[in-house]
T-cell receptor, first 116, second 116 residues
């Protein structure tokens, strides 16, 4: 049972570098999302997708890009890393069984990212 | 807007003590309510949920009741174990207009430390 797999687990970047955080799920879930977790702030939604080819912004989208070319994968791109993006990033997926679905989200183990 | 407020931690208890973690929410409409748990180095896992007023969610000895009149969803357990030490997040979901995607809004988390 792989569930939601995130890579890498840890990464250190310099300001201005770019990188892609990978997320893959094997549950055939329609919905996928990215959150960042910062001390004292809980988790905040960055971007989400309701299916292949469909993405939308969450609460804190600036500085991040996403795309969804397949059901399984939902990578998060940092085009020009900034120290304010130092955080722990979580990918999540859930099944969409129709409008107002309240299926729980399944989370990966996170990527701890430090920007120097 | 939609928001969740949790009690500050850490909550420090001895094994077999009674646990209460307070959670109140502000929401438009009728959200579903969740408790997620995060063990060290891991992602969030769904602990329990309630989808309408007066529903009681329960799992692994934990319980929470959806109280619409007090806008609360307090987490309780009658006898905690050392293995319950983790961070607990209260959350609500609301549907994104148009897509129906269930956006999760998290509280800031409450760390529970249980000593033998």
């Amino acid at each position: 049972n792989a569930g939601v797999t995130q890579t890498p687990k840890f990464q250190v970047l310099k300001t201005g570098q770019s990188m892609t955080l990978q997320c893959a799920q094997d549950m055939n879930h329609e919905y996928m999302s990215w959150y960042r977790q910062d001390p004292g702030m809980g988790l905040r939604l960055i971007h989400y997708s309701v299916g292949a080819g469909i993405t939308d912004q969450g609460e804190v989208p600036n500085g991040y890009n996403v795309s969804r070319s397949t059901t399984e994968d939902f990578p998060l791109r940092l085009l020009s890393a900034a120290p304010s993006q130092t955080s722990v990033y979580f990918c999540a997926s859930s099944s969409g069984t129709g409008y107002y679905s309240n299926q729980p989200q399944h989370f990966g183990d996170g990527t701890r990212l430090s920007i120097l | 807007g939609n928001s969740v407020t949790q009690m500050e931690g850490p909550v420090t208890l001895s094994e077999e003590a009674f646990l209460t973690i307070n959670c109140t929410y502000t929401a438009t409409g009728y959200p579903s309510l969740f408790w997620y748990v995060q063990y060290p180095g891991e992602g969030l896992q769904l602990l329990l949920k309630a989808t309408k007023a007066d529903d009681k969610g329960s799992n692994k000895g934990f319980e929470a009741t959806y109280r619409k009149e007090t806008t609360s969803f307090h987490l309780e357990k009658g006898s905690v174990q050392v293995s319950d030490s983790a961070v607990y997040f209260c959350a609500l979901t609301f549907s994104s207009p148009g897509t129906g995607f269930q956006k999760l809004v998290f509280g800031t988390g409450t760390r529970l430390l249980v000593s033998p």
